[in-house]
């Protein structure tokens, strides 16, 4: 976007160039996401992240416990096992097994091998198990993404009970980390030498002082600055839940929507 004169001559506007005269404070930072803006755009960062900043703000992640079902079967034709033969369910370095009979159903093979992966003493330390009659449900005791390393398989020595090699051992829900959603840090800086911001790309951030930004819709001097669900500046509503608010923030020149207004940080 081309500079532009403002008030008379006196200052010249671009988004990111800060208020000239006007002490300011900025940080470092990589982009983790790209932007084709110049400069002038709201930086976002994720707390614990040290080094990285985002155009786009991260949202948080809810923390998921990672569940696989298994789901033996008896092969087409057959009603119970040959017996004194073994079902097998793996959970990482641990086997657990139950003894098939040749009235054996699936119902109590599956009640067997429940009762030996929640054995209080010798059962899973990672796992608990829940009997769905025609299927168990593994669930991890905890949240988060370290489960998801843990190999599980099952397998029969009882030629009448088979794992489908796409059903048979299934992951339903892949174990996730939480995550703070991001925060606002501040307002990327004008430098000459970039026309748009790549991933990878180091990025300075205005964190206090007086920065130029294009506006997302009609401001007036004096309105606390808020963020819009598309990543424009423009006046805070707190009735907006899809606005983020820019806390101290103010906007220090009235402008119409599109054009240019000034921030000042605090």
Known sequence: MAFT????????????????DQPYLSVSRCMADSTTDEGGFPVFAVKGEDVKAYAIKPEAVEHVKRVVEVTPALKSGETGAAGSKTVTVTIGAKT??????SAETIASIIDDLVA???NASTGSESFVAVDGTTKITLTAK???SSYNAIAITAGSTDGNVEFDES?????????????????????AQRVITHDEYPAGTPVSVVTSGMVWVVVGGDVKSGES?????????VAYDSNDATQTEIPGAKFMKTAPSGSYAVVVLK
């Open 116 to 118: 030996a992966i929640n």
């Open 142 to 144: 905890d949240y988060g």
């Open 167 to 187: 059903t048979g051992v299934k992951q339903t829900a892949a174990g996730v980390d939480a995550k703070e959603g991001g925060y606002f840090l501040g307002i």
């Open 96 to 101: 657990f097994s139950a003894t098939t009979t």
């Open 5 to 20: 004169a403002e008030d008379y001559g006196r200052s010249v506007a671009a988004p990111g160039l800060v208020f000239p």
């Open 225 to 233: 600055v808020g963020i819009s669900s598309a990543g424009k500046f």
